[in-house]
């Protein structure tokens, strides 16, 4: 199931914007928000950097970074690896997420302009194409767009980053049910709509209510993880410890 570093990690990770430890960055936590880079698989700086053709400065920097995130583990002197999916972090990014993201929803009907509405309208019917395309790679990076301009809509773009840094286990979580094709696409346009519906009639309490709807109660998280059996064995056997025969360099 897991893929050497070699089949994972090439220069092209490295497109786009920034100094070239925040590419790098970037593209590893890109690769392990999406489960290609699998828990406890080994991160050798060595490896990492010849594979992505860096020197070994910048891989050391991002890995630095990526441990802060809860997103690698570093063992000194012995190796770095991915670190496990954590199911506490996850509920507590679930709790993260709906305080911020209902207020958010809340001050957006208050102070939102027509050109948001526009935007959150756009990017609806852009998630409508990627359904009837089965472009659900396209849907996610939608459903991501569409929070975001819900955020800048209420003028708290300062939050993104909180919202970013608190969800990734939300996101590793997201990524194992996207294997599974287990999918709720057309209930989560729904919401959207109910959303961007009362955002656009100003009103506050109802945006509210249908981000709460949208995002789902802590107790909710806590039976859908357990609902799927077929998701619960794939969980396991990515999150369990595999045997290591060799150290990080």
Known sequence: ?????????????LAGDGPLVVQVHRGLRTLILETILLPWQILSEKEVAACLK???????????????EGLVAVVPKSRTYVAPINLDRFLEGCFVRLQLESGA?????????LEDVCNLKACLARQEKAIAAEDYTAFRHLDEEFHSLIIEAAKLSGIVQLIETAKVEIDRIRSLKQR???RATDRVLAQHRAITAAIADKDPAKAEEAMRTHLGS??????????????WALFEAINRERPRYRLSA
Do not use: C, D, Y
């Open 1 to 13: 199931m897991e893929r050497p570093l070699t089949e994972t990690l090439h220069p092209s990770l």
């Open 54 to 68: 860096v020197s070994k400065t910048p891989v050391r920097e991002a890995i630095i970074r990526l441990s802060e």
């Open 105 to 113: 929803a809340r001050r957006a009907a208050a102070e939102r302009s």
């Open 180 to 182: 599974l094709n287990i």
């Open 218 to 231: 802590i107790e909710t998280k806590v039976w859908e993880l357990g609902e799927n059996p077929e998701f």
